[in-house]
């Protein structure tokens, strides 16, 4: 747990460690960290790579995704989850912050923060969660304009364009986007927010040979999926962009709401993470004993009637 400040890092780039990731057999599945935090017990749970959701990060920030984040702003959360983990992280590049230059300046600091891989989508500003209704799209040249600079950008990054054409010019649009992306230098295709297993199929007996990735994100448009089901219907990679952040406004919901009744958090005892397996997670006694001068510490004994 020590790779913030011991070392152990790794010897190849971000980059090149989640394309190979992606040319292995099986599907790549990556769930959604919003913190460093969640990296850490995404990592305990056995993954070998991460996404980061612009609306999970936005959320967090108590924001909308519109677009209004910065470069800087995603940097931040990169070197979190990154310099937590280690691990591979396909991070969510919105519109690219601009046009080609945006993206290209874009490209460079993700990849210097960290990241492994981006994607870029079609949106227009202010851009919306492509499962909401009435989203805006530029030209496919100007994004297929985007994603070049993007490839040229990228010293070892995988670079994934994402289409919402679905909605609103029906597969045929969005796999006639894709085309374009590919000829462009995508790495791999993210078609945005279809409806049914029907559309899944279409897009990839239309894209042979092109990696795909699948969004699983809840309360959507997207029929419920498992990352199996996925790998059947012929993705490569499958995102939950926002159930942890999901899961975790819940349990803190319930919580003020419980100290706002109670004046005090004792119901909410059995739900918590407990002082001990917090420091396990993030390693405290490892850090310490990175350094002479600090006693190792020693969570005090629990005692429910003390609590």
């Not at 460093?36 to 995704?65: E, N, R, V």
């Not at 790998?231 to 990679?237: F, K, P, T």
Request: charged letters at 20%; a negative charge.
């Amino acid at each position: 747990m020590t790779y913030l400040v011991a070392g152990d890092l790794p010897g190849e780039s971000a980059g090149r460690r989640f394309r190979r990731m992606l040319n292995e057999p099986g599907i790549l599945r990556l769930p959604g960290a919003h913190n460093g935090q969640s990296a850490l017990q995404a990592k305990a749970a056995g993954f070998d790579a991460l996404y980061l959701s612009g609306a999970a990060m936005t959320a967090s920030m108590g924001l909308p995704d519109l677009g209004i984040i910065t470069v800087d702003d995603v940097c931040f959360f990169i070197r979190q989850i990154v310099r937590a983990s280690g691990l591979p992280l396909l991070v969510d590049g919105d519109t690219g912050y601009g046009e080609a230059l945006n993206v290209m300046h874009m490209v460079r600091s993700f990849e210097e923060a960290g990241a492994g891989a981006v994607h870029l989508e079609d949106q227009l500003l202010p851009k919306k969660c492509g499962h909401l209704n009435d989203k805006k799209l530029a030209p496919a040249s100007d994004m297929a304009a985007k994603v070049a600079a993007a490839a040229r950008a990228s010293r070892d990054l995988v670079v994934v364009a994402r289409t919402d054409a679905a909605a609103s010019e029906g597969i045929e649009g969005a796999v006639a986007r894709a085309k374009l992306y590919v000829e462009a230098g995508a790495d791999a295709i993210f078609p945005e927010a279809l409806t049914d297993v029907e559309m899944f199929k279409e897009v990839r007996a239309a894209l042979p040979g092109v990696r795909l990735l699948a969004n699983m994100t809840e309360f959507g448009r997207t029929p419920a999926l498992t990352a199996q089901e996925f790998q059947e219907l012929g993705y490569d990679m499958v995102i939950w962009p926002v159930s942890s952040l999901r899961v975790a406004n819940r349990a803190q919901e319930k919580l003020y709401a419980t100290l706002a009744r109670d004046g005090a958090t004792t119901a909410m005892l059995p739900e918590m993470q407990t002082r001990e397996e917090l420091y396990q997670t993030i390693g405290l006694n490892e850090f310490e004993a990175l350094d002479h001068t600090i006693a190792a510490s020693v969570a005090p004994e629990w005692n429910p009637r003390r609590a």
